[in-house]
């Protein structure tokens, strides 16, 4: 079972460019996020689904776009690529009240 | 929205020693409180959960939680850490809706 997968897990990007992350969840969870982790910043929520054609922001959603076509898939997008989206993203799965399950992360650099 | 506040953003200990990791939090409505573990370049792992059940909650590793509505805290606590233990801590709160919360992060250090 594999949970939660991510990809790619590491990239660098030049400023402006574009790139989508993928998430995919083999656990038919219905919530799915999208996170990123700077130093000394915690966690922050970036978009967030509560089911297939569902998405809403979340706390840092400017710069990103996602969508959720399928209970399986939730890819985050990034637009124009800016220094400042150098950071760790995670992707989740949640069903109802119980903890989220997260990928081992995607490392992206934007030089 | 909800949120949660960790107190102290480095925590040092003997190994040996009680480990105490607090977090308050903030929500309008009864919360469900978690408390995850990152291990270097590694994804984040449950450690607990408080979910209106016991207000004691007992996780993996010998750690515990109490949730202490007054208080409107969830501290996390060991007796005796171990070197293993030494790791960067996340308490989050969810308001038993859609999206959940972290706080900032304790990096526990365990010395010999």
């Known amino acids: 079972n594999a949970g939660v997968t991510q990809t790619p897990k590491f990239r660098i990007l030049k400023i402006g460019q574009s790139m989508t992350l993928q998430c995919t969840q083999d656990m038919n969870h219905n919530y799915m996020y999208w996170y990123r982790q700077d130093p000394g910043m915690g966690l922050k929520l970036i978009y967030y689904?509560?089911?297939?054609?569902?998405?809403d922001k979340g706390e840092v959603p400017n710069g990103y776009n996602v969508s959720r076509s399928t209970t399986e898939d939730f890819p985050l997008r990034l637009e124009l690529a800016a220094p400042s989206q150098t950071s760790v993203y995670f992707c989740?799965?949640?069903?109802?009240?119980?903890?989220?399950?997260f990928g081992e992360g995607s490392w992206l650099t934007v030089v | 929205a909800q949120s949660v506040t960790q107190l102290g953003s480095h925590v040092s200990v003997s190994e040996g020693a009680l480990v105490l990791l607090r977090c308050n939090y903030s929500?309008?409505?009864?919360?469900?409180l978690f408390w995850y573990v990152q291990y270097p370049n590694q994804g984040l792992q449950l450690l607990l959960k408080?979910?209106?059940?016991?207000?004691l909650v007992k996780g993996i590793n010998g750690f515990e939680a109490e949730f202490k509505k007054s208080e409107t805290s969830f501290h996390l606590t060991k007796p005796s850490a171990h070197m293993s233990d030494a790791a960067e801590y996340f308490c989050a709160v969810s308001d038993q809706g859609n999206d959940m919360r972290f706080g900032a992060g304790t990096r526990l250090t365990v010395k010999p």
């Open positions: 929500s309008s409505v009864p919360p469900y």
């Open positions: 408080y979910t209106s059940a016991a207000t």
């Open positions: 689904s509560v089911g297939a054609g569902i998405t």
């Open positions: 989740g799965a949640r069903q109802g009240g119980d903890t989220i399950y």
